[in-house]
């Protein structure tokens, strides 16, 4: 992995981004800036239009309206990832299951012939111990937990040495402990190689506990920006109500 | 459906323009190339030797019937290389391998497989496309040359076994011999390519525009092995008929 200045995080600027489907609004304008090696996590409840917020931002869909920049130039109507080295861990983990967990990693490496194979097992050995699953490389992405397939995932586009990563709910469907470790995985990684990333989520504990700055986004708008500290004492009542959301029932002891 | 094959025309346009890409991707091409072979050759063999031996069967004691018995061969040598064995064995790997492509590569798109690679800057007509489209071009004329040869066995082996036709090996092939050209091997030969190009573009174009779960798997299985062979039906008579006209 590089140092610093071999991979510093890029700006994106998201302005006036509209996307529909069959007529009905998904994202409805949104307005944002994301600094260089900041952590930016998009934070809303499922169906808010967040993962397709991220789908825009590295191209793989394109907008009705509005536009999106990395350090100035158009993501839309250019293959901004000829530019920049941008990588999504996905929701699912995205990994392809035709491959080990060693050649999926590599795989950026392997296709664009960066590097011999020597180096590209060193970087994916590299890597996957980084994420903290060193000698997996012989296994299939079928033979491991959830978890596990999102670190690969992250190993993966770690070896990409982005200068953008964007997080598809990188918590999701994992429990508290593995979600705790993906948490740390994503602010130490931050941390070490001042990767931008955006991160979106419905996860309120990974979002306080690694974000610079958080957007809370409720049916396709943003309705707040603003530090953690910012968002946890808005008087925005539908920011609040899903920030304070808890169980409300009514609850009485069956024990004998 | 003019949208379907303007978009199946613009994605073998595609990998065409990739072609000079296929170096690179041999690996990939040789995988593909182990796959078609060891799925279909005992099927196709097991097809072949029976589709030859019903040719003779039908055909052979009408012939006998007017004293024409030494034309059994010519008749089961045409029927397999110009038509019956180029048609049936596309049909065999629309079956089998157009189908595997389009589920292989319609769970990829489902499970996000297609977008990884997309945001990895990897274009997924050079990765998936192209590997498949060149194995299946040059496995299945392989095939047919094979599904040829067993098909004139099967005939013969029914031409000497069965009593109403009872000739001997040397008159079924010395027949064959004198009515089967080479250009009619290589008529039947070119025919299977566009059946190979048809199978191996449907099959990549149903699994990329696969929408939604399991289900939508199912259905671009389904539409590419239906599409395949409603298509390789229309273009055997399309080649065919240019075939007639520029050679004959």
Same mark, same amino acid.
């Given at each position: 992995?590089?140092?610093?200045?071999?991979?510093?995080?890029?700006?994106?600027?998201?302005?006036?981004?509209?996307?529909?489907?069959?007529?009905?609004?998904?994202?409805?304008?949104?307005?944002?800036?994301?600094?260089?090696?900041?952590?930016?996590?998009?934070?809303?409840?499922?169906?808010?239009?967040?993962?397709?917020? %991220?789908?825009?931002?590295?191209? =793989?869909? *394109?907008? #009705? $309206?509005?536009?999106?920049?990395?350090?100035?130039?158009?993501? &839309?109507?250019?293959?901004?990832?000829?530019?920049?080295?941008?990588?999504?861990?996905?929701?699912?983990?995205?990994?392809?299951?035709?491959?080990?967990?060693?050649?999926?990693?590599?795989?950026?490496?392997?296709?664009?012939?960066?590097?011999?194979?020597?180096?590209?097992?060193?970087?994916?050995?590299?890597?996957?111990?980084?994420?903290?699953?060193?000698?997996?490389?012989?296994?299939?992405?079928?033979?491991?937990?959830?978890?596990?397939?999102?670190?690969?995932?992250?190993?993966?586009? %770690?070896?990409?040495?982005?200068? =953008?990563? *964007?997080? #598809? $709910?990188?918590?999701?469907?994992?429990?508290?402990?593995?979600? &705790?470790?993906?948490?740390?995985?994503?602010?130490?990684?931050?941390?070490?190689?001042?990767?931008?990333?955006?991160?979106?989520?419905?996860?309120?504990?990974?979002?306080?506990?690694?974000?610079?700055?958080?957007?809370?986004?409720?049916?396709?708008?943003?309705?707040?920006?603003?530090?953690?500290?910012?968002?946890?004492?808005?008087?925005?009542?539908?920011?609040?109500?899903?920030?304070?959301?808890?169980?409300?029932?009514?609850?009485?002891?069956?024990?004998? | 459906?003019?949208?379907?094959?303007?978009?199946?025309?613009?994605?073998?346009?595609?990998?065409?323009?990739?072609?000079?890409?296929?170096?690179?991707?041999?690996?990939?091409?040789?995988?593909?190339?182990?796959?078609?072979?060891?799925?279909?050759?005992?099927?196709?063999?097991?097809?072949?030797?029976?589709?030859?031996?019903?040719?003779?069967?039908?055909?052979?004691?009408?012939?006998?019937?007017?004293?024409?018995?030494?034309?059994?061969?010519?008749?089961?040598?045409?029927?397999?290389?110009?038509?019956?064995?180029?048609?049936?064995?596309?049909?065999?790997?629309?079956?089998?391998?157009?189908?595997?492509?389009?589920?292989?590569?319609?769970?990829?798109?489902?499970?996000?497989?297609?977008?990884?690679?997309?945001?990895?800057?990897?274009?997924?007509?050079?990765?998936?496309?192209?590997?498949?489209?060149?194995?299946?071009?040059?496995?299945?004329?392989?095939?047919?040359?094979?599904?040829?040869?067993?098909?004139?066995?099967?005939?013969?082996?029914?031409?000497?076994?069965?009593?109403?036709?009872?000739?001997?090996?040397?008159?079924?092939?010395?027949?064959?011999?004198?009515?089967?050209?080479?250009?009619?091997?290589?008529?039947?030969?070119?025919?299977?390519?566009?059946?190979?190009?048809?199978?191996?573009?449907?099959?990549?174009?149903?699994?990329?525009?696969?929408?939604?779960?399991?289900?939508?798997?199912?259905?671009?299985?389904?539409?590419?092995?239906?599409?395949?062979?409603?298509?390789?039906?229309?273009?055997?008579?399309?080649?065919?008929?240019?075939?007639?006209?520029?050679?004959?």
């Amino acid at each position: 992995m590089g140092s610093n200045q071999e991979t510093p995080g890029v700006r994106v600027t998201v302005s006036g981004l509209r996307k529909s489907y069959d007529g009905h609004p998904v994202l409805k304008g949104l307005d944002f800036d994301v600094a260089p090696g900041e952590i930016f996590v998009v934070m809303g409840p499922s169906g808010s239009g967040k993962s397709v917020l %991220l789908k825009h931002i590295i191209g =793989l869909e *394109l907008p #009705d $309206e509005g536009e999106i920049f990395v350090n100035g130039d158009p993501v &839309i109507g250019t293959q901004i990832t000829d530019k920049y080295r941008m990588a999504m861990v996905f929701q699912s983990g995205g990994l392809l299951n035709s491959l080990t967990v060693g050649e999926n990693v590599g795989l950026y490496l392997s296709e664009h012939q960066l590097e011999s194979a020597e180096a590209i097992e060193r970087i994916v050995a590299e890597k996957l111990k980084l994420v903290g699953l060193a000698n997996l490389q012989h296994h299939v992405p079928s033979e491991l937990s959830g978890g596990m397939k999102k670190r690969v995932a992250l190993a993966r586009a %770690l070896a990409v040495e982005p200068q =953008l990563i *964007l997080y #598809d $709910e990188p918590t999701a469907e994992l429990d508290p402990l593995n979600a &705790i470790t993906i948490g740390e995985e994503i602010y130490n990684l931050n941390q070490r190689i001042h990767v931008t990333s955006i991160v979106v989520t419905h996860d309120r504990d990974l979002a306080f506990g690694v974000a610079d700055r958080v957007a809370i986004m409720v049916e396709g708008e943003i309705l707040v920006v603003g530090t953690p500290e910012e968002i946890r004492s808005t008087s925005n009542t539908a920011v609040r109500e899903f920030i304070t959301a808890d169980f409300n029932l009514n609850k009485t002891s069956k024990t004998p | 459906m003019f949208q379907n094959i303007g978009e199946m025309f613009l994605l073998f346009g595609k990998s065409l323009k990739a072609l000079p890409l296929a170096w690179r991707h041999r690996r990939k091409i040789l995988e593909q190339l182990f796959e078609i072979g060891n799925a279909s050759l005992l099927m196709a063999c097991v097809l072949s030797l029976f589709i030859g031996g019903v040719l003779a069967l039908q055909t052979g004691p009408v012939l006998v019937e007017r004293g024409l018995s030494s034309f059994i061969g010519g008749i089961v040598g045409l029927s397999m290389c110009k038509e019956l064995g180029p048609v049936m064995m596309s049909i065999l790997i629309a079956g089998r391998i157009g189908s595997a492509m389009a589920a292989e590569i319609g769970s990829m798109q489902v499970y996000q497989e297609i977008d990884a690679l997309r945001t990895m800057n990897i274009n997924p007509v050079h990765y998936l496309v192209l590997p498949r489209l060149v194995a299946i071009c040059v496995a299945l004329p392989l095939l047919v040359v094979f599904s040829i040869l067993v098909g004139w066995s099967g005939g013969a082996l029914v031409s000497v076994l069965n009593q109403e036709i009872g000739i001997s090996f040397q008159s079924y092939f010395g027949n064959l011999r004198e009515v089967v050209e080479v250009r009619d091997v290589f008529d039947g030969l070119f025919k299977s390519f566009g059946f190979a190009l048809i199978v191996g573009v449907v099959g990549c174009h149903q699994g990329l525009n696969t929408i939604g779960g399991p289900r939508g798997i199912g259905r671009s299985v389904t539409k590419s092995v239906v599409n395949s062979i409603v298509l390789i039906l229309i273009m055997d008579y399309v080649i065919t008929r240019l075939l007639m006209v520029f050679d004959y």
